[in-house]
C-alpha cells in the first residue's frame, strides 16, 4: 500500500500520482525518493504492480531498467474500429488480463502497422509466453474507400480463416523457443470455441494453447 502524504487534507490527485510514482522503480526521476526503497513496477500509464524481489534486487544493484511495452489504446468511438473485438482491442484486454495476473510485458505489436513478430510477450516467474492475437471480424469494412459499408463475406467465415492465420506463428513458436509457452488469442465467440473444439486434440499434441478474452476483460484458457 502507499504510504498516504503527512498531511492527509492535503492530499490531492497530484500528490497522490506523485508519491505512487515515487514508489515505482522503473520511473523516469525519482530523485525526490531515493532514500526509499520502491516497491512497485510501472506497467503503463496509470497501470502498476507490486514489484518482483528480482526487479527490487536490480534496483539495489543500478542495473538498467528493462523496457516496458505500452499497451495499444483504445481506438476512438464512432466507427467500426472501436467494436471491441478488433485485433486492437482483444490485443489491449490481453494485456491489461495478463497484468493483473502478475505478468511482466516485455513487447506488444503495433496492429496498426501490422508490425511483424508475436504480438505479446510477456515473462512471469522464469516462464515465457508469447502470444498471436486476432480479433473477430467485423460486419463492416473498416479501412478503405468502403469503409462503413457492410461486408458481403459473414464474419464467422472470416473468423475461421484467421483461426488458421494464427496457427502457423504459435507453431513457429514452438519450433522456435520449446520452452516458451505459445498462445493464439481470440475474443470470446461462438466459432473460436467451435473451432478450439475441433482442433483441440492436435493442438494439445503440439502444445499450442487457446486463451478467450471477453468484452469485460477477463480471460479463459480453454487448454
Known amino acids: 500500500m502507499v504510504p498516504p502524504p503527512r498531511a492527509p487534507d492535503k492530499a490531492n490527485e497530484r500528490t497522490i500520482r506523485t508519491h505512487i510514482r515515487g514508489a515505482s522503480w522503473n520511473v523516469d526521476n525519482r530523485s525526490q525518493f531515493s532514500s526509499k526503497e520502491p516497491f512497485l513496477t510501472k506497467l503503463d500509464r496509470g497501470l502498476f504492480r507490486r514489484a518482483r524481489p528480482e526487479e527490487i534486487e536490480g534496483w539495489r544493484a543500478d542495473v538498467p531498467a528493462p523496457a516496458i511495452a505500452p499497451m495499444p489504446a483504445a481506438p476512438a468511438e464512432g466507427d467500426p474500429s472501436s467494436e471491441w473485438h478488433t485485433e486492437e482491442n482483444t490485443q489491449r484486454l490481453l494485456v491489461e488480463w495478463l497484468a493483473r495476473g502478475g505478468w511482466t510485458i516485455v513487447r506488444t505489436a503495433n496492429t496498426a502497422t501490422r508490425e511483424h513478430g508475436l504480438d505479446v510477450v510477456a515473462e512471469r516467474d522464469g516462464q515465457r509466453l508469447g502470444v498471436e492475437v486476432k480479433g473477430y471480424p467485423s460486419r463492416f469494412y473498416v479501412t478503405g474507400p468502403k469503409k462503413g ?30 520452452d516458451s509457452m505459445s498462445v493464439m488469442c481470440f475474443p470470446d465467440f461462438p466459432v473460436y470455441r467451435e473451432l478450439y473444439a475441433a482442433t483441440a486434440a492436435s493442438l494439445r499434441v503440439a502444445g499450442i494453447e487457446v486463451w478467450l478474452v471477453s468484452e469485460d476483460g477477463e480471460g479463459e484458457s480453454l487448454a
Open 149 to 178: 459499408q457492410v461486408k458481403t463475406s459473414t464474419p464467422k467465415e472470416q473468423a475461421k480463416k484467421w483461426y488458421a492465420h494464427a496457427l502457423v506463428p504459435a507453431m513457429r513458436l514452438r519450433t522456435q523457443e520449446p
